[in-house]
């Protein structure tokens, strides 16, 4: 039985709860008055001149600010501008996109349309221009119909629907669906390598008197965070026996799997990256010098590397408790003060720990907050927490692989504004043809791409890793 203490504090937290979903929900709805708003000056559900206006086509055309449906092609749904278009919108735009990319595969894989061309010149790299790609079965009855239902006229070829240029249109669509990659600031690289200037040292104001001309102190000084983007790629070898009838479904499938594997492969790397040569799991050093975790330093290498200045805490093979998640975020210091900035990243046996503590909400108390923590299931003191397939739960108790003990885990706090991902060239989706005599094709995803922070230090720790936790 609760203590009257404990019904008094948990009366207070169930008000305090309340009053923030109540905040909530009347920001939505300003934001859904506003939105309104924007539409009516947009010409309302009219809009467009087909007849059309009140279709879910021609609102995705109104919401993105586009006039043609070919121009969606080069949208980023994930952009920030963007954040407030609804979701149903969003796939309508990612499903118009896939229906592009399947029917120009097929073009080319059956009907002669040129090839995409690989080039290891970034500038030179284009995807294959392909005028029948109306011309298949699946252009006429899939591709041809979703252009129709933007009021657009239909014509003879289909040229006009893939980008000639350097394309963007292999992002967005992917973006949608990160998880922990999502929850850090994207930082597009206009070269490779890139440096992104940041301050460091700053100061505080002294106290001057009126007419002072010497002064006396030291100015903030600068610094910066060079970006080395690295090419990740996937592919996929499509059978002798595909046909034209069945390639549409498998293509659908091959593609969402080469996409995927960037997803997984930036994930794994984010968790579990270390690229100084000789990698923290045994396992992983022992691999091939190509597998991802070996691109970049991801959070738990960081967190480790500084463990001298406080920024890992051994949790004693024990489960995890509100005490030592407390005492992992205290490590922080100024870094772990606020909510919105930090993110909690576990494994799902860790995970499922953390549902017992009795401070941590779970998706359906938190009501209409649960949109501001897209991709977690939960929080702890308003921490959103994500649950990632690829942090390890096969470690030692040191934090690491060592293939000996392997049944222990462990936990990260980030703070996400504190470190960035770089990306010099996003997802994009090709066919080619494979080895030469091999009568295969090949569908491939490339990626350049780049994790880095602020270098960890005695005075920056914004990123603490608790291990030796029991599974």
């Not at 440096?195 to 104001?205: C, E, H, R, S, Y």
């Not at 001298?308 to 870094?335: C, H």
């Given at each position: 039985?609760?203590?009257?203490?404990?019904?008094?504090?948990?009366?207070?937290?169930?008000?305090?709860?309340?009053?923030?979903?109540?905040?909530?929900?009347?920001?939505?709805?300003?934001?859904?008055?506003?939105?309104?708003?924007?539409?009516?000056?947009?010409?309302?559900?009219?809009?467009?001149?087909?007849?059309?206006?009140?279709?879910?086509?021609?609102?995705?055309?109104?919401?993105?600010?586009?006039?043609?449906?070919?121009?969606?092609?080069?949208?980023?749904?994930?952009?920030?501008?963007?954040?407030?278009?609804?979701?149903?919108?969003?796939?309508?735009?990612?499903?118009?996109?896939?229906?592009?990319?399947?029917?120009?595969?097929?073009?080319?894989?059956?009907?002669?349309?040129?090839?995409?061309?690989?080039?290891?010149?970034?500038?030179?790299?284009?995807?294959?221009?392909?005028?029948?790609?109306?011309?298949?079965?699946?252009?006429?009855?899939?591709?041809?119909?979703?252009?129709?239902?933007?009021?657009?006229?239909?014509?003879?070829?289909?040229?006009?629907?893939?980008?000639?240029?350097?394309?963007?249109?292999?992002?967005?669509?992917?973006?949608?669906?990160?998880?922990?990659?999502?929850?850090?600031?994207?930082?597009?690289?206009p070269t490779n390598p890139f440096d992104q200037p940041k301050l460091k040292n700053v100061t505080k104001a002294r106290k001057a008197t009126e007419g002072q001309t010497n002064f006396t102190g030291a100015n903030f000084s600068t610094d910066k965070?060079?970006?080395?983007?690295?090419?990740?790629?996937?592919?996929?070898?499509?059978?002798?026996?595909?046909?034209?009838?069945?390639?549409?479904?498998?293509?659908?499938?091959?593609?969402?799997?080469?996409?995927?594997?960037?997803?997984?492969?930036?994930?794994?790397?984010?968790?579990?990256?270390?690229?100084?040569?000789?990698?923290?799991?045994?396992?992983?050093?022992?691999?091939?010098?190509?597998?991802?975790?070996?691109?970049?330093?991801?959070?738990?290498?960081?967190?480790l590397a500084n463990s001298a200045n406080g920024s890992t805490y051994d949790l004693g093979n024990a489960v995890i408790d509100k005490l030592k998640l407390s005492t992992l975020l205290s490590r922080m210091g100024k870094f772990g003060s606020n909510?919105?900035?930090?993110?909690?990243?576990?494994?799902?046996?860790?995970?499922?720990?953390?549902?017992?503590?009795?401070?941590?909400?779970?998706?359906?108390?938190?009501?209409?907050?649960?949109?501001?923590?897209?991709?977690?299931?939960?929080?702890?003191?308003?921490?959103?927490?994500?649950?990632?397939?690829?942090?390890?739960?096969?470690?030692?108790?040191?934090?690491?692989?060592?293939?000996?003990?392997?049944?222990?885990?462990?936990?990260?706090?980030?703070?996400?504004?504190?470190?960035?991902?770089?990306?010099?060239?996003?997802?994009?989706?090709?066919?080619?043809?494979?080895?030469?005599?091999?009568?295969?094709?090949?569908?491939?995803?490339?990626?350049?791409?780049?994790?880095?922070?602020?270098?960890?230090?005695?005075?920056?720790?914004?990123?603490?890793?608790?291990?030796?936790?029991?599974?």
């Amino acid at each position: 039985m609760l203590t009257k203490a404990e019904l008094d504090k948990l009366i207070t937290n169930q008000k305090s709860l309340q009053s923030r979903v109540e905040a909530a929900e009347a920001k939505a709805k300003l934001a859904e008055e506003e939105k309104a708003a924007l539409l009516a000056t947009r010409g309302g559900s009219g809009g467009g001149g087909h007849g059309m206006g009140g279709s879910d086509e021609m609102r995705a055309l109104r919401y993105f600010g586009k006039s043609h449906p070919a121009e969606l092609l080069n949208v980023n749904v994930a952009a920030k501008q963007f954040k407030g278009v609804p979701d149903e919108l969003k796939h309508l735009v990612l499903n118009f996109k896939q229906a592009i990319d399947i029917a120009r595969f097929t073009a080319q894989l059956f009907h002669g349309d040129p090839l995409d061309f690989v080039s290891k010149d970034e500038k030179s790299d284009r995807l294959g221009k392909c005028g029948r790609i109306l011309e298949t079965d699946y252009g006429k009855h899939i591709l041809a119909p979703a252009i129709k239902a933007f009021g657009s006229t239909v014509v003879g070829a289909g040229s006009e629907w893939v980008p000639t240029g350097v394309s963007t249109t292999f992002l967005e669509e992917y973006e949608l669906k990160r998880v922990l990659e999502g929850r850090f600031d994207l930082v597009n690289m206009p070269t490779n390598p890139f440096d992104q200037p940041k301050l460091k040292n700053v100061t505080k104001a002294r106290k001057a008197t009126e007419g002072q001309t010497n002064f006396t102190g030291a100015n903030f000084s600068t610094d910066k965070i060079r970006f080395s983007a690295t090419k990740l790629e996937e592919f996929y070898p499509l059978p002798e026996e595909l046909t034209e009838d069945s390639a549409p479904d498998f293509l659908g499938a091959a593609r969402g799997e080469v996409v995927k594997a960037q997803e997984r492969a930036a994930e794994s790397a984010i968790i579990n990256g270390d690229s100084d040569g000789s990698h923290q799991d045994s396992d992983t050093q022992a691999a091939g010098a190509d597998v991802c975790e070996k691109v970049w330093d991801g959070l738990r290498k960081l967190a480790l590397a500084n463990s001298a200045n406080g920024s890992t805490y051994d949790l004693g093979n024990a489960v995890i408790d509100k005490l030592k998640l407390s005492t992992l975020l205290s490590r922080m210091g100024k870094f772990g003060s606020n909510p919105d900035e930090l993110m909690i990243v576990a494994g799902p046996v860790m995970y499922n720990q953390l549902r017992n503590i009795t401070e941590v909400f779970t998706v359906e108390k938190f009501g209409p907050m649960a949109v501001v923590l897209k991709g977690a299931l939960m929080a702890w003191a308003g921490i959103p927490i994500v649950n990632s397939e690829f942090f390890r739960e096969d470690l030692n108790a040191s934090g690491v692989y060592d293939g000996t003990t392997v049944d222990r885990t462990g936990i990260v706090i980030a703070n996400t504004k504190r470190f960035y991902v770089g990306q010099r060239r996003p997802i994009r989706v090709k066919l080619m043809p494979d080895l030469p005599g091999s009568d295969r094709w090949l569908l491939a995803s490339y990626r350049r791409v780049d994790f880095k922070g602020h270098v960890q230090g005695a005075v920056e720790k914004s990123v603490v890793y608790g291990y030796n936790g029991a599974k």
